[in-house]
C-alpha cells in the first residue's frame, strides 16, 4: 500500500475557464495554508483523491457540469484495482461478498443513494439515477440492484479481486473483526466541489469495513452523515469508521456550524470534537472530515494523524496531510 503520508504537488497551467490575472507565476514556491479561499475548488478524501480529482477538474474546467465532475470523478476510485476500500475490488464483508454504498448531492438539496448493493460496478452513476429519476432518496440491497437493471446496469460476475480474495482467506484464519487506524478497511473517497459560477456538489463511494457483517451500511450513502451539501452555505464529507460518522451527523454538523458563521476549519474542528465526545473506544477510531463554504474557503480535521486530503484548484494540485486532535 503507498504512504498515505507522501506529499505530492504538480501545477496546473492554463485552462479555458481561469482568468490570467488569477494564475500565480510557474515559479512560484509559497503554497497556500488552509482558510485561503479559491474558485473553482475540489477537495477529495485520501491518496486516491488525486486521481479522482484530475478527472473531476477537466470535466468542471471544460463544461462546467459539477456533478458530472463529482461522478466522473469517484468512478475512477471505483475502477482502481490497487484500492481495497472502493468498489467491487473492496475487502468483503465477513460473508465474502463484496457490498457498495454512495451517495451524491447537489447544492439545491437534491441527492440520491444507494446502499448494501451487489454486482454494479459504479454505485455512485446509480446513487445519481436514484436523484434524477425517481422521488426516492435512497435505495437499498435486492430492490437498488433491480433498479439498478431496470436502467440498464450490467451485472458483474460476483467474485472478489484476486487480492481480496488473498487477504480474505486470511482473515478466514481467525474470522476477528478489528479496525486498524488509516489502513484500507475504512478509506471511503469523499468529494466536494465549488463550480466557477458558485454552484456546489458532492459524491461519496465506498466498499465500507471489511469484514463488516453482511448488511452492514456505513456514513457513506446516508445524506447528512457521509455527505451534505447546500448552496447557500457550503459541503463536506466524511469518512472514517462509519458508525462514528452517523452518531453526530457529521457532515451535516459541519455545514449547519458553517451556516452559523464557522469557518470550514472551525467546523471539521467542532465535529471532531463532538464525535470525541460521544463515541467510546476513541483510541481504535479514526475519522476525518473535508469542508468547503460557498466563497471557496476549505479546511479538513480528523480525529488522529494520518488523514490526507487531494485539493485541486487554478494553481495547483496537491496532497495535503490535515491536522489532527490527537
Not at 76 to 83: P, Q
Not at 158 to 184: D, G, V
Not at 228 to 251: H, K, N, P
Not at 282 to 288: P, R
Amino acid at each position: 500500500m503507498s504512504n498515505r503520508r507522501s506529499f505530492l504537488k504538480k501545477t496546473v497551467i492554463g485552462s479555458s475557464v481561469i482568468i490570467p490575472s488569477l494564475i500565480h507565476s510557474a515559479c512560484q514556491s509559497d503554497i497556500r495554508e488552509i482558510g485561503e479561499n479559491y474558485k473553482p475548488l475540489i477537495l477529495s478524501t485520501w491518496e486516491h483523491g488525486m486521481a479522482a480529482n484530475d478527472k473531476a477538474w477537466d470535466i468542471l474546467t471544460k463544461t462546467g457540469d459539477i456533478v458530472e465532475a463529482v461522478e466522473q470523478g469517484v468512478k475512477v476510485t471505483e475502477l482502481d484495482l490497487k484500492n481495497l476500500s472502493v468498489g467491487l475490488q473492496g475487502l468483503p464483508d465477513r460473508e465474502g461478498i463484496a457490498t457498495l454504498d454512495a451517495s451524491i448531492m447537489k447544492g439545491d438539496g437534491s441527492c440520491g443513494s444507494v446502499a448494501f448493493v451487489r454486482q454494479v460496478k459504479h454505485p455512485i452513476s446509480l446513487a445519481r439515477k436514484v436523484m434524477e429519476e425517481t422521488p426516492h432518496v435512497m435505495l437499498a440491497g435486492e430492490g437498488a440492484r433491480q433498479f439498478a437493471l431496470a436502467q440498464g446496469f450490467p451485472m458483474e460476475e460476483e467474485t472478489l479481486s484476486p487480492r481480496a480474495e488473498e487477504l480474505f482467506q486470511e482473515w478466514k484464519k481467525t474470522s476477528e473483526y478489528k479496525p486498524i487506524i488509516n489502513i484500507e478497511n475504512h478509506d471511503t473517497i469523499g468529494m466536494i466541489a465549488l463550480g466557477a459560477d458558485g454552484k456546489l456538489a458532492g459524491s461519496c463511494t465506498t466498499s465500507g469495513l471489511a469484514y463488516k457483517m453482511h448488511g452492514r451500511v456505513g456514513d457513506s450513502p446516508i445524506i447528512g452523515a457521509g455527505l451534505f451539501v447546500d448552496d447557500e452555505v457550503g459541503a463536506a464529507t466524511a469518512t472514517g469508521l462509519g458508525e462514528s460518522i452517523i452518531r453526530i451527523c457529521g457532515s451535516f454538523l459541519i455545514v449547519e456550524l458553517m451556516r452559523q458563521g464557522h469557518s470550514p476549519q472551525e467546523a471539521c474542528e467542532e465535529a471532531v470534537r463532538r464525535l470525541i465526545s460521544k463515541n467510546k473506544d476513541i483510541d481504535n477510531i479514526q475519522a476525518g472530515f473535508i469542508a468547503i463554504n460557498k466563497d471557496g474557503e476549505y479546511g479538513a480535521y480528523a480525529v488522529r494523524p494520518g488523514f490526507n486530503f487531494a485539493r485541486h484548484h487554478f494553481e495547483s494540485q496537491e496532497l495535503v496531510d490535515a491536522k489532527s486532535k490527537f
